[in-house]
């Protein structure tokens, strides 16, 4: 039985991943204001546990990551609805923003926008899309 | 002062279109190594490099239009282009791209 070595694989994905899920979670709070938001976080969180996925098989992953990806799905959307339902508590227009500047402990002065509770949303849906569609298709015999 | 920047300035902007055009002849090229390709392996060399080249296209995008904003871009089209490649080759390698469990 021929034995594909990947030892090189599987020792550079316990170190890569880490460091697109980084990338992943500062593309998702870059955006707004520059490149990045949820749904490009998202491709890109999938893509780190894509990666896993290829490089230790679908078992360990599982044992590794036990989320039901198709649950994240009406998590992000009821969190999308929601940001939009909550306008109409203000008095609002569907949908409205607005942002304001906190001062937290660590971060200093911040500008903190509603849009990112609905990018927040984006990625949980894009997420669980994502990774249902790939692992849908892996599936099949 | 004013003359060498003025100077500066165009030789930018002609070494600019002269390395588009030649990864744009660089990119055409590659797909038609992709499209004939005699074996697997030098189409998925092919993509890969298609790859590279498409992020040497928005490195050179963000220096001609001047902005820092396309950085993010280059290195999320790089680890794109990582994960396609690892795919293709793990698929043409093993046959199978996510293996139900691994020994």
């Known amino acids: ?141 | 002062m004013n003359d060498l920047l003025a100077l500066t300035e165009q030789i930018l902007q002609v070494s600019l279109v002269i390395c588009f055009i030649g990864i744009a002849a660089s990119l055409i090229l590659l797909l038609y190594q992709v499209m004939i390709g005699p074996t697997q392996p030098d189409r998925a060399v092919a993509l890969d490099t298609m790859g590279i080249n498409i992020m040497a296209l928005a490195g050179l995008l963000s220096i001609s239009i001047v902005t820092s904003k396309l950085n993010d871009v280059v290195l999320l089209i790089g680890i794109l282009s990582f994960l396609g490649t690892l795919a293709i080759a793990k698929y043409l390698e093993k046959g199978v791209i996510i293996d139900r469990n691994l020994e």
């Open chain 1, 1 to 141: 039985m021929y034995k594909p070595n990947d030892l090189v694989l599987r020792t550079t994905t316990s170190l890569i991943a880490f460091i697109l899920l980084g990338f992943a979670i500062y593309l998702l709070l870059a955006g707004h204001n520059s490149p990045g938001g949820g749904f490009v976080g998202g491709l890109l969180t999938s893509g780190a546990i894509l990666l896993m996925y290829m490089a230790y098989g679908m078992e360990v992953v599982k044992k590794i990551i036990p989320i039901n990806f198709t649950l994240l799905i009406p998590i992000g959307l009821s969190f999308a609805v929601g940001t939009g339902l909550g306008s109409f508590i203000f008095n609002v227009p569907f949908l409205s923003q607005t942002f304001g500047y906190f001062h937290l402990p660590i971060f200093g002065e911040i500008e903190l926008a509603t849009a990112m509770i609905f990018d927040i949303g984006v990625y949980f849906t894009v997420v669980g899309v994502m990774m249902t569609i790939i692992l849908t298709i892996a599936n099949d015999q």
